[in-house]
């Protein structure tokens, strides 16, 4: 398991992940079974990124207008969402069959690597039936909201994209969306939760090695 920095431009990242992609599925094609895999983590500038049957109109202000950040269609799962600092990015290219996982099973297992990860910080989070990623239960005063994004696509049993769990991202980037095409949830970062500032890279460590726990890899933190 190769474990690399993301690019923080995200036109950039999108060619690292290419790469990674077109390397996997050569060792497929060529020996017919594969053993590599490609985890890339890292924090974005700030972009929107659009999904495969996302829709434009859950962008809420004018694509290309000054100070709003650049908007990518990708061909990953689900609607418009936002990148930047302090979110915290994974996108994990492998050939799932060849590590016994399904689209299912495949999603379970970066879900279970979250909430594990925010349940070391006291956060109790939940997935849903109806929508990826991972949520927060509504709480008095507090509605149902999201505080970790997820968007895979799966092609030739590889796959790419992941998931952006919000850290300390700033959130007001959030207000041009309707995040995830939703208008009646919320979304949330752990330090809105928690109210004290966390650092990243203990976080990032921490996620890092209970993806490695489900998904049956190796992860040392630096």
Not at 17 to 37: I, M
Not at 129 to 149: E, F, Y
Request: with cysteine; glycine share 8%; charged share 15%.
């Amino acid at each position: 398991m190769q474990v690399r920095p993301l690019e923080a431009n995200y036109a950039v990242a999108m060619q690292q992940q290419q790469q990674a992609y077109e390397a996997v599925l050569h060792e497929l094609v060529t020996k017919n079974h594969v053993q590599s895999a490609h985890l890339f983590v890292g924090e974005h500038a700030p972009v929107y990124t659009l999904g495969l049957h996302g829709k434009i109109s859950n962008l809420l202000v004018r694509e290309g207008k000054e100070g709003v950040p650049t908007l990518y269609r990708t061909n990953r799962g689900g609607d418009i969402t936002y990148h930047g600092p302090g979110q915290l990015v994974v996108y994990f290219i492998a050939h799932l069959p060849s590590l016994n996982l399904g689209a299912r099973s495949y999603v379970e297992c970066l879900q279970n690597a979250v909430i594990k990860t925010l349940a070391e910080f006291q956060i109790e989070a939940t997935p849903l039936a109806d929508a990826p990623g991972v949520w927060l239960p509504p709480t008095a005063g507090q509605p149902l909201r999201k505080i970790c994004a997820l968007g895979i696509h799966i092609n030739r049993g590889i796959s790419t994209h992941g998931i952006a769990l919000n850290v300390q991202t700033k959130m007001s980037y959030f207000s041009q969306i309707n995040p995830c095409g939703f208008t009646d949830r919320a979304v949330t970062s752990m330090l809105q939760e928690l109210a004290t500032p966390i650092d990243i890279v203990l976080v990032k460590n921490l996620l890092l090695q209970h993806l490695a726990d489900e998904i049956h890899f190796s992860y040392a933190a630096n």
